[in-house]
């Protein structure tokens, strides 16, 4: 039974930083694509950020986050993370942990078989 819990979110002010983790268990994560996503209230769920599996990763961000954020992962630790400096009152949403049973990361959220409970990102102007 594959598992993904994250934590991290909180609140902070505009320009401030946020670290999330997300543990996982369950499936193969060094060789799993794994990624994080957002849904803020009214609007549709969205990619942040995904990596592929195996030594060497493909990263795909989105544009609005690009340069701000990061996503890497800890294989021996089981863990993925995001990285978020320069938060600006935009980027508040609930973020989510999601991974697919392959290496391959595809854009849309109706593609990853696996998801986390989410955490709450709230950033104050």
């Known amino acids: 039974q594959v598992q993904l819990v994250e934590s991290g979110g909180g609140s902070v002010q505009a320009g401030g930083s946020l670290r999330l983790s997300c543990s996982a268990s369950g499936l193969t994560f060094r060789s799993a694509c794994m990624g994080w996503f957002r849904q803020a209230p009214g609007k549709e769920r969205e990619r942040v950020a995904t990596m592929t599996g195996y030594v060497i990763s493909d990263y795909d961000y989105a544009d609005s986050v690009k340069g701000r954020f990061t996503i890497s992962r800890d294989s021996a630790k089981n863990t993925l993370y995001l990285q978020m400096t320069s938060l600006q009152p935009e980027d508040t949403a609930m973020y989510y942990c999601?991974?697919?049973?392959?290496?391959?990361?595809?854009?849309?959220?109706?593609?990853?078989?696996?998801w986390g409970q989410g955490t709450q990102v709230t950033v104050s102007s």
């Open positions: 999601a991974a697919r049973g392959t290496s391959y990361c595809p854009g849309l959220p109706g593609a990853y078989n696996y």
